[in-house]
């Protein structure tokens, strides 16, 4: 259930109460004027809570300049008169302000409310675009709610406002200008690179670029419609649109070619109570982190035009709507340094090392930087505070500096000079750098990576003895474990008969393990469990996935040609420790796998290169067609703790579980989703899953469709 704190600054004196009021308003005019405001959104709305809290006990004292009961915080802008105020919306936190909101609107009415529009709060700036007879007429900035600001020099470059509509009327429509992800990181890479300071986020890319004029470069921004009304020479259309339901003002809206938010995943909906409204609340605050564009919130409003009526507006905010705030996913941080952490594949990745700073419930210290480029593109600085982005259970990430705080102190970021693993040279040609010696520079990384539980699982070999292996030169890739002699073991300080006899055993075993634990111990870029076990079940045996090229690999379910090309290549540098691996007589196929037709064959020109591949891995399952297989066709996600007959499987035991039964499996929720199986505790997945209408199914039932393959699995 998604809920928020509602803490409030807590003013104790008059002084306290001027100075939050005289922080609030220069914040607030910031925000709506350029989105530099020095308060990130959690710290502006703690404030004007410890401003409202304050003028309540004190009522007598409330300041002229306060900016509760103003829409936009009272930061007067533009000129141009709005036909009918644009209002701003009051605010609920949890389930429970909801629910009380709900009742004094169905008291206010006189009767209870049963078609509720559930739709996102855009987190974006509201505009007016005006058209006449069809053609785009003007952009209008919301100002201060009665007049506001003419940006039309921007509409060209906003994407969903059509310079003409589907039909000729004249009509306004109001929503919401914002920067999808993908604009912000397009917007800012074009802005630095003609010298400009990047966006803090993408809000304030959005304000920013409507304001701006004669830039030398075009940036775009995205227009979602969250209503509509009509101009005074809008003719019979006045009345028309005066009696729709909000939900039908949309689609019409929507039918003339404006842009809503209708085709997203968190679309408008109606529902018909409190409960649906707050499931379906839940549903949208578990999407967020997946969506492409920022929400800070749910509006809930009540559908009929009649109910609107009867409920009407105050001067701030309308009493038939109410915004239900998501907790705050963005915080201004300060960056304190740099890490460089080289990966098993000789990667070197830089992490940002933050303030410790509490987001979304959890305290975020670290964010990723992808790679120096990256850095480099967005003029990050060491003392910089940045805006920090987390939601859900994505890891963080560092959006922009907020280059208008900065003192002066800030200093740049070094970037390694020599692998800060193993000192060697770095290859610096590509974005992502890396160790010249590749994977050798992580030798004992990826020695433990090859012995892991989902790999070759050797039972013994923890981290310690693969750096005792390696000082001691017995093994310079995971090949060599399979040579190993006794005499050589018992040399090494700490290892007796006993443990000796029983590391040579569990490599023993491992060297029987399927090509797919075998492949995934590999390492390949991109391949980890799930893919490797797709990629052995598809070609059967390592000499096909080695000789397959580019073209061949893509017919493996999820590979594309960008992922397939690395693979290759990879497989090109790793043909060494492979031919080692087969020497050693390490297993290199994968029991049942029927491998794929020769291209040319009869079979081959039948068959259908993605089926073919997952009936081939099904047929190892029970030795029945493709077809017959119960869960074909399907992708499935599992989640929470397992239950029953499936207690015991650990996630990768599962997965191998549904690839046997002929489905794919997935760690995350998405249309394409077929079904969840959802333990106890499933948490936002389930809800997720709910939101988006996939098929839900507890252990015990999963597990009687899927009985028949439990027992065929592979011994662990
Ligand atoms: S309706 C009279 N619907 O949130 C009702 N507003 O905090 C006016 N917003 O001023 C607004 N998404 O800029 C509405 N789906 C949505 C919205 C939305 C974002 C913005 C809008 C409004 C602000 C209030």
């Not at 020095?38 to 410890?50: N, P, Q, T």
């Not at 443990?499 to 055993?505: F, K, Q, R």
């Not at 499996?665 to 106890?680: N, Y």
């Amino acid at each position: 259930m998604v809920t928020m704190t509602n803490s409030a600054a807590v003013l104790a004196d008059p002084t306290a109460y001027a100075a939050a009021v005289e922080q609030a308003s220069v914040a607030a005019a910031a925000y709506y004027a350029t989105g530099e405001s020095a308060l990130d959104d959690d710290a502006y709305d703690r404030l004007a809570r410890g401003i409202a809290a304050y003028e309540a006990e004190h009522p007598g004292e409330v300041l002229a300049a306060s900016p509760t009961g103003k829409v936009a915080g009272g930061a007067v802008v533009g000129d141009v008169p709005h036909t009918v105020p644009m209002l701003s919306l009051d605010n609920v936190f949890s389930a429970e302000q909801f629910a009380t909101w709900a009742a004094s609107l169905e008291r206010r009415v006189g009767r209870p409310v049963t078609a509720w529009s559930v739709e996102p709060k855009l987190d974006g700036l509201a505009v007016a675009a005006r058209y006449r007879d069809g053609r785009f007429e003007r952009l209008i900035t919301r100002g201060d709610g009665t007049a506001g600001e003419d940006v039309s020099h921007a509409a060209g470059a906003v994407v969903g406002l059509p310079e003409r509509l589907a039909e000729p009327v004249t009509i306004e429509v109001r929503g919401e200008i914002l920067m999808t992800n993908e604009q912000f990181d397009q917007g800012n890479a074009i802005r630095t690179e003609h010298g400009g300071a990047p966006f803090a986020n993408p809000r304030n890319g959005a304000a920013g670029t409507l304001r701006a004029k004669d830039r030398a470069y075009r940036v775009e921004t995205t227009f979602f419609a969250y209503g509509a009304l009509p101009l005074p020479d809008s003719g019979e259309l006045g009345e028309t649109l005066a009696e729709l339901p909000h939900s039908e003002v949309l689609a019409y809206v929507a039918g003339l070619g404006v842009h809503t938010a209708a085709g997203t995943d968190v679309a408008p909906v109606l529902a018909a109570t409190v409960e649906e409204v707050q499931a379906r609340v839940d549903a949208i605050g578990s999407l967020r982190a997946s969506l492409p564009f920022g929400i800070d919130g749910i509006v809930i409003k009540a559908d009929l035009a009649a109910d609107q009526r009867e409920a009407g507006s105050g001067t701030r905010a309308p009493r038939w709507a109410i915004a239900y705030k998501l907790p705050a996913v963005e915080k201004i941080t300060r960056l304190l340094a740099v890490e460089w952490n080289v990966g098993r594949t000789g990667i070197i990745a830089p992490r940002a090392v933050l303030e410790p700073v509490v987001i979304d419930g959890s305290t975020v210290g670290y964010a990723t930087l992808h790679n120096p480029a990256d850095i480099t593109r967005r003029d990050l600085r060491l003392g910089d505070q940045v805006m920090v982005y987390k939601a859900g259970d994505i890891i963080p990430r560092i959006e922009a500096p907020v280059v208008h705080l900065r003192t002066g102190d800030e200093t740049p970021i070094d970037f390694p000079e020599s692998c800060p693993q193993c000192g060697s040279d770095i290859d610096t040609s590509e974005q992502r750098w890396r160790c010249t010696r590749g994977r050798n520079c992580r030798l004992v990384a990826s020695v433990s990576y090859a012995a892991g539980r989902d790999q070759l699982d050797i039972e013994g070999l923890g981290a310690t003895r693969v750096v005792q292996l390696v000082d001691a030169g017995l093994v310079a890739d995971f090949a060599d474990l399979f040579t190993l002699e006794r005499e050589q073991l018992l040399a090494l300080d700490r290892m007796g008969e006993t443990s000796t006899d029983n590391l040579l055993a569990a490599i023993e075993t491992a060297r029987t393990r399927p090509l797919s634990r075998v492949f995934c111990a590999l390492g390949v870029r991109g391949t980890g469990r799930s893919m490797s076990r797709r990629i052995a079940r598809y070609f059967a045996t390592m000499d096909r996935i080695v000789a397959a090229d580019v073209e061949t690999l893509q017919r493996v379910d999820g590979i594309g040609k960008e992922k397939a090309a690395a693979v290759v290549a990879e497989l090109v540098e790793l043909a060494p420790l492979i031919g080692k691996l087969v020497a050693a007589g390490v297993s290199m196929t994968e029991p049942g796998a029927t491998p794929p037709p020769e291209p040319g064959t009869e079979a081959a020109a039948d068959a259908d290169p993605e089926v073919g591949g997952e009936a081939g891995a099904g047929a190892g399952g029970d030795g029945g067609a493709g077809s017959t297989l119960p869960l074909a066709g399907m992708t499935v996600v599992v989640t929470g703790a397992m239950s029953g007959a499936l207690e015991k499987l650990s996630r990768n035991q599962m997965n191998e579980l549904i690839e046997r039964a002929g489905g794919k499996s997935s760690s995350s929720v998405s249309k394409r989703t077929s079904l969840l199986v959802a333990g106890d505790k499933a948490g936002s997945k389930r809800a997720k899953a709910e939101g988006l209408g996939v098929r839900i199914t507890v252990p015990e039932e999963f597990a009687e469709l899927v009985g028949a393959f439990l027992a065929t699995g592979e011994e662990d």
